[in-house]
């Protein structure tokens, strides 16, 4: 596709349960980058990919949440037992390079309500 | 300790004023972007500023870098209801992730 494609656009789910959210880049971006956003807040930073490696995962909140892009191209975050406090709108971004350069080109965001 | 202080965080005003809004913070960056995002989408890039004193003008909306790369402004003319949004400043330091502000919510009202 022409952008960065998320799915689901919307998730609701049960405190406690698990769930994987998809993002697909850019064709030929290497670089991608999950951000999540809180009502009224601005996007904080969760995790970093250059390629098939994580090269920096210093916003993931706890060890509940991980991300994977195993073949340097589409990405998966998963969210394990999940709480209340997960609840917000995640976006995924990619870019050409990887930080230091250029624009951040961002899906609409899959948002996640736990109940 | 929120790195990017952005003001005010809510701007309500008629079609046709003037406004500034402002993104602060007590650490240098090599670069500063501005982004735009509607409800239910992501956010938008409408700049990216590099250089200390840097001005860069986009039709109506006009941005600046202070000079030691700490804050930045958005001055918007004779806004427009369609310039409604949220406005997010972000910045990078070195090789770390772009860093977002909490935004401003503009209201242009017709």
């Known amino acids: 596709g022409a952008g960065v494609s998320q799915t689901p656009s919307n998730k609701v789910t049960e405190k406690g349960k698990y769930v994987e959210l998809r993002c697909d880049p850019i064709?030929?971006?290497?670089?991608l980058y999950w951000y999540r956003q809180s009502l009224g807040q601005g996007p904080e930073f969760l995790i970093y990919?250059?390629?098939?490696?994580?090269?920096?995962d210093s916003g993931l909140p706890n060890d509940r949440f991980f991300a994977v892009r195993p073949e340097g191209s589409v990405s998966t975050l998963k969210i394990q037992r999940t709480e209340r406090g997960d609840s917000a709108v995640y976006l995924c971004?990619?870019?050409?390079?990887?930080?230091?350069?250029?624009?951040?080109?961002f899906g609409e965001g899959s948002r996640l309500t736990v109940l | 300790t929120q790195l990017l202080e952005q003001s005010p965080q809510f701007l309500s005003i008629q079609e046709g004023e003037n406004l500034t809004v402002y993104c602060n913070s007590s650490?240098?960056?090599?670069?500063l972007q501005w982004y735009r995002q509607e409800p239910g989408e992501g956010p938008v890039l409408l700049v990216t500023?590099?250089?200390?004193?840097e001005v860069k003008k986009l039709k109506r909306l006009t941005f600046q870098f202070g000079d030691a790369r700490k804050d930045s402004s958005l001055h918007i003319t004779a806004a427009q209801p369609g310039d409604t949004g949220l406005y997010l400043c972000?910045?990078?330091?070195?090789?770390?992730?772009?860093?977002f502000g909490k935004g401003t919510r503009l209201s242009v009202i017709a």
């Open positions: 971004a990619s870019s050409l390079a990887g930080t230091n350069t250029g624009e951040l080109f």
């Open positions: 064709s030929g971006h290497t670089a």
């Open positions: 990919f250059q390629g098939t490696g994580a090269a920096d």
């Open positions: 650490s240098v960056f090599s670069s």
């Open positions: 500023v590099v250089t200390g004193g």
């Open positions: 972000a910045g990078m330091r070195g090789n770390t992730p772009l860093v």
